[in-house]
């Protein structure tokens, strides 16, 4: 997918999570994240339903594909996942390992250490919580959590 159709698909997701998450307006997040909503409306599709009041309010079961960064192995890694639920594990999973970055506290990795996200494909994918790799990637600084929608170069 050229690069300015991979940004404003981000933007799509971003606008889709924000709304979910924040409980505001669809013109409200999507000038936040800086896209038109009719672009929002017509790339979203069935992600967002109409209501009477001509307000759009988010599907319970959208599937909206969004490309989340997370640390693997071997590095950041870019992931598709669909859905607000995906997403917002990648979100809970994030916080915990800044937490551990900055603090060495791992008590909120420790829920992840089972657990496997399941990508736009289907696969599998385990979340790193091996707190030696995470510390030797940190410090090496090979990521930086400002943005899980931050691309990788």
């Known amino acids: 997918m050229p690069k300015p159709s991979q940004e404003k698909w981000d933007r799509v997701g971003q606008v889709i999570s924000k709304m979910q998450s924040s409980e505001i307006s669809l013109q409200k997040a999507a000038r ?3 896209i038109n909503q009719k672009t ?5 599709g069935s992600a967002l339903r109409k209501r009477a009041n001509g307000k759009y309010t988010v599907n319970k079961n959208e599937r909206v594909l969004r490309v989340l960064v997370m640390p693997t192995p071997e590095g950041l890694k870019e992931i598709a996942v669909r859905g607000f639920e995906a997403a917002s594990e990648i979100g809970k999973y994030d ?3 800044q937490k551990y970055l900055r603090t060495g506290d791992d008590s909120k990795l420790k829920r992840f250490r089972r657990m496997k996200l399941k990508d736009a494909s289907g696969n599998r994918i385990p979340f790193l919580t091996d707190t030696e790799e995470l510390k030797r990637q940190g410090l090496a600084g ?3 959590f400002e943005s899980l929608y931050t691309r990788v170069a």
């Not at 929002?40 to 979203?44: D, L």
């Open 95 to 97: 916080a915990a390992v």
């Open 142 to 144: 090979q990521f930086s």
């Open 40 to 44: 929002v409306v017509k790339m979203a």
């Open 32 to 34: 936040d994240i800086g």
